[in-house]
């Protein structure tokens, strides 16, 4: 048993595990109060996802929620949470800074934005 933290994996063997979303919220919105005059606000959450098979995966993100031409859209914020430490190659040394760039682009490419939509739409319209 590793006295590490997290589980190491390789970015290439990350690539071909399948994440399962498990949860998402949105953030309560404590931002303003009646009277203080105009302010900017945003709509804003988390996720949290989980990896299929074992070892046991997870990863989570804040995101934010934006408006345009082309309706609704959500967009990763800030770094994702992890039990992870993805490395380029075996055998290569931890590098939480590296991990979490890596898990940024497997987070941006992934089509998790609809799944988590769906969910929050069952969630908060029921």
């Known amino acids: 048993m590793s006295d590490k933290p ?3 994996m390789t970015f290439d063997a990350m690539q071909r595990r399948a994440l399962r979303h498990l949860v998402s919220a949105l ?10 005059g105009a302010f900017a606000s945003a709509i804003t959450g988390y996720t949290e996802w989980v990896g299929e098979g074992e070892p046991v995966l997870t990863m989570g993100w804040d995101w934010e929620m934006r408006a345009g ?17 993805v490395v ?10 590296d991990s979490s760039t890596l898990l940024k682009i497997l987070i941006d490419r992934s089509n998790w ?5 769906r969910y929050l739409q069952r969630r908060y319209d029921g």
């Open 27 to 36: 953030d309560e919105d404590d931002t303003g109060h009646p009277g203080d």
């Open 6 to 8: 997290y589980v190491r």
């Open 69 to 85: 031409s082309d309706g609704v859209a959500l967009r990763r914020v800030g770094d994702p949470r992890s039990n992870l430490c």
């Open 113 to 117: 934005q609809e799944e988590t939509l």
């Open 88 to 97: 380029m190659r075996p055998g290569a040394a931890d590098d939480i800074a």
